[in-house]
């Protein structure tokens, strides 16, 4: 097991630190610009011993800044804020702080920059995106002790504001408890910890994000948060290097939004959830890891405008349920989605790019796919295991294989697509029927395609 109180001298905690620049600022000579400042210890007389350390922005991927750009209401917006891991690179310089906690690095030219503040037995607090156009001098910086989430909550605690938790083992939250989450809080959990919540579970303050990471940037390091019971708000929330960053069972009653899932295994895992009222999970961003969701008999909710990006498997993954899944981006996963003996599936307004081996796999799967955005690398749809589909009005993009049938004795009416082509034997080219020998082979042909779209439809894809 990871000794957590051992190592945390080295990495420490990811806390975001809002970015109040204004205590003095003078116009510095030429292109070197002062930085100084001032942190304090809470609960104590000395500020000495802090090592401030300059650090270069990290560098956002271009494909997900690209899909930011370009359609602004999906996914979350990545950033200085959500990208910055000061345990994933090196500084460029460091000094500490004096008695009185004063920090000075002299000249800086370049820049924007990150600044890391950290001590022993402290959480690290970031400044992201600092401006060196001008001299800075930073204070109102204060560093708080480590506290420690063990065992169990009975009755009610707040996660404040700036400061570290570590998270030992499992710590469950009971019934009639209540753990309140607000702005820029860093969880810090040991391998194999977990929270298990039956009782409130509750983000407030939405200004800036909190996080839950791993002692070390391990994937599957941790064991994420488990809810027996419907979570209360979990806007802006980080989660990272888990087996499982979210696993819902048994209910939910409310919306889940603005999240973003980096370097899990699973991002979220729901299970035995069926509501009467559709909730939806929307503006997520699940980012490298394996797989994005995992649908297990859950009935009557809503993926919507998220990004599914750099996934080792697939984007989500649905085992007998009934979902919705409208405008979202799945971009370079191995498989965009995958079904199994799914029901009510619902397949529209999303956009597929670059997934290698499949953007949408059929099997044994009820429901339809319109009005999407398909750009197969080598596979558009495969449709096996007698899938049922109504597949109308997309856009099959490139010269690859559109539509696999090849092990799905059912028909399908794959009329009104775009095929990117007006020949039919071009379109016959990427269409593989059951006991197809080679695509084109009309031996069994069981996708009706004829009345095809003669140029692109409009207004499908991510609206």
Not at 432 to 452: E, K, Q
């Amino acid at each position: 097991m990871v000794n957590v109180k051992r190592i945390i001298y080295c990495i420490l905690a990811v806390l975001i630190l809002p970015v109040w620049l204004s205590c003095s600022s003078t116009t510095g000579s030429g292109n070197d610009q002062n930085l100084t400042g001032k942190v304090l210890l809470d609960g104590q007389a000395s500020g000495s011993g802090v090592r401030v350390s300059l650090y270069s922005l990290v560098s956002l991927d271009t494909a997900l800044v690209r899909i930011n750009q370009e359609y602004p209401n999906i996914g979350i917006q990545i950033s200085q804020e959500t990208e910055f891991d000061h345990r994933l690179t090196s500084s460029l310089f460091s000094v500490t702080t004096n008695e009185a906690g004063e920090w000075n690095l002299g000249k800086v030219s370049g820049g924007p920059f990150n600044i890391v503040f950290e001590k022993d037995g402290f959480g690290a607090r970031y400044i992201h995106d600092v401006d060196v156009t001008t001299s800075r001098n930073l204070s109102d910086i204060t560093l708080f002790p480590i506290d420690t989430l063990r065992q169990f909550l009975d009755g009610n605690k707040t996660l404040q504001s700036g400061r570290t938790y570590i998270l030992e083992g499992d710590y469950f939250v009971l019934a009639d408890s209540r753990l309140t989450i607000e702005d820029e809080v860093t969880v810090i959990a040991e391998q194999n910890a977990r929270i298990i919540v039956s009782g409130e579970f509750e983000r407030v303050g939405s200004n800036r994000f909190s996080r839950f990471t791993a002692a070390t940037t391990q994937r599957g390091e941790w064991r994420g948060i488990e809810f027996g019971v419907s979570p209360g708000n979990l806007d802006k929330l980080i989660l990272d290097y888990a087996n499982t960053g979210l696993l819902l069972t048994g209910s939910l009653n409310r919306d889940l939004r603005n999240l973003h899932f980096k370097n899990n295994d699973i991002g979220i895992i729901t299970s035995n959830i069926s509501t009467s009222n559709q909730f939806v999970l929307e503006n997520i961003n699940f980012y490298k890891g394996r797989i994005g969701i995992q649908f297990g008999t859950t009935n009557n909710l809503k993926i919507d405008r998220s990004v599914f990006f750099k996934l080792d498997d697939e984007g989500i993954n649905i085992a007998q349920s009934s979902i919705e899944i409208n405008n979202n981006y799945f971009l370079e996963n191995l498989r965009g989605l995958v079904t199994v003996i799914a029901e009510n599936l619902f397949i529209k307004n999303c956009e597929f790019e670059n997934n290698s081996e499949v953007d949408i796999w059929l099997r044994g799967s009820v429901g339809e796919i319109t009005d999407n955005i398909l750009t197969p690398v080598n596979f558009g749809i495969k449709n096996k295991q007698n899938s049922e589909f109504s597949i109308r009005n997309n856009s099959f993009n490139g010269n690859n294989i559109a539509l696999d049938n090849s092990f799905n004795a059912r028909e399908v009416d794959a009329n009104g697509n775009w095929w990117n082509t007006t020949s039919l034997l071009e379109i016959e080219s990427r269409v593989i029927h059951v006991n197809d020998g080679i695509p084109g082979d009309t031996l069994t042909r069981l996708v009706d395609f004829t009345n095809f779209l003669t140029s692109p439809p409009l207004n499908i894809g991510i609206q």
